[in-house]
Nanobody
Framework: QVQLVESGGGLVQAGGSLRLSCVVS????????MGWFRQAPGKEREFVAV????????AYADSVKGRFTISGDITKNTVYLQMNALKPEDTAVYYC?????????????????WGQGTQVTVSS
């Protein structure tokens, strides 16, 4: 059974940092893409970043580029999202997701497994 478990969310002041973690179990990682999405109240779920285990490629939404970094540690079956220079508009529930390599990475429908989400709140 494939499972994703996120952690690391919390409350932080604007300009601060947080690191989210997502532990993956029950899935072959080499053929998997790992995405982070977020959803703020009253808004659609949006793409944040993606990481491929096969080659370590990454991509980011324009809104987080230069502030967020996605990475993975295959020895720990864990993908990370380092978030720096946080802004109040980054406040949302952040979800980790796993999908098959080769799919459209910024589209939520490309991912077949989702974590439970972790709340990130940035105060001004």
């Amino acid at each position: 059974q494939v499972q994703l478990v996120e952690s690391g969310g919390g409350l932080v002041q604007a300009g601060g940092s947080l690191r989210l973690s997502c532990v993956v179990s029950g899935r072959t990682l080499r053929s998997t893409i790992m995405g982070w999405f977020r959803q703020a109240p009253g808004k659609e779920r949006e793409f944040v970043a993606v990481f491929t285990w096969n080659g370590g490629s990454t991509a980011y939404a324009d809104s987080v580029k230069g502030r967020f970094t996605i990475s993975g540690d295959i020895t720990k079956n864990t993908v990370y999202l380092q978030m720096n220079a946080l802004k109040p508009e980054d406040t949302a529930v952040y979800y980790c997701a796993a999908g098959r390599l080769g799919r459209i990475y910024f589209y939520a429908g490309s991912y077949d497994t989702w974590g439970q989400g972790t709340q990130v709140t940035v105060s001004s």
